[in-house]
């Protein structure tokens, strides 16, 4: 049985979200982060970043990274495209978010990661908000037209309602980003989407 590690509210709730779509057993190991137990050494064997998500394999091994997770368990549970092309497509747009959407976020929530001096945080925290607001301003262009970010759903919906819900967070007009918007009332409907939203405590 796999085990996902994972924090309420982080970009986890991804593969939370996948994991509860497929319906297969599973064990969800909530990490306190705001205790440190990402950098207690029992959690640094499984993720030497001290991050979430981690996932424990069948057989122990342990995998880390949306970046891997999430194709991981598309590929297992039906739930990525098996078309070349449209294999790429999902790839360069879990690549967007884990290298432009998530970073510019992190500035806004973990600026000590980017500057040592504190006087330079709100500075870190202002760019870091407005290019995150343009980063899901994109987003919202890219769902104008479609029901999925492809042509059918896959673990890329959940990594990008993730967003949605840190916009949320942040308190930005995410109303206004009107694709977006009909995008996550559709994830919504979906009954693992609203278990892990209730189970995180998640505000939508």
């Known amino acids: 049985m796999m085990t996902l590690y994972y924090a309420p509210g982080a970009c986890s709730m991804a593969a939370h979200i996948?994991?509860?779509?497929?319906?297969?057993?599973?064990q969800p190991q909530k990490v306190d982060?705001?205790?440190?137990e990402q950098r207690t050494d029992a959690y640094l064997k499984i993720n030497p970043?001290?991050?979430?998500?981690?996932?424990?394999?069948?057989?122990g091994?342990?995998?880390a990274e949306n970046t891997a997770i999430l194709p991981y368990l598309g590929k297992r549970f039906g739930l990525w495209p098996s078309e070349a092309l449209a294999e790429a497509k999902a790839l360069s747009l879990i690549g967007f978010f884990a290298a432009s959407v998530h970073p510019a976020h992190a500035h806004v929530?973990?600026?000590?990661?980017?500057?040592?001096?504190p006087s330079a945080f709100p500075t870190l925290k202002e760019t870091g908000?407005?290019?995150?607001?343009?980063?899901?301003?994109?987003?919202?262009?890219?769902?104008?037209?479609?029901?999925?970010f492809g042509d059918q759903y896959s673990v890329v919906d959940p990594y990008g309602f993730v967003f949605y819900t840190w916009g949320v967070r942040r308190e930005l007009p995410m109303a206004e980003l009107k694709n977006y918007t009909a995008f996550k009332d559709r994830m919504l409907k979906r009954p693992a989407v609203t278990r892990v939203v209730e189970d995180e405590k998640v505000k939508v």
Do not use: C
């Open 61 to 63: 091994e342990p995998l």
């Open 129 to 148: 908000l407005k290019t995150f607001h343009n980063y899901l301003k994109q987003i919202d262009g890219r769902l104008a037209g479609r029901e999925w």
């Open 49 to 59: 970043q001290g991050r979430v998500p981690a996932l424990r394999l069948d057989n």
């Open 18 to 26: 996948v994991l509860e779509e497929s319906g297969e057993k599973y």
């Open 33 to 36: 982060l705001a205790g440190g």
């Open 109 to 117: 929530g973990r600026p000590e990661r980017y500057a040592a001096d």
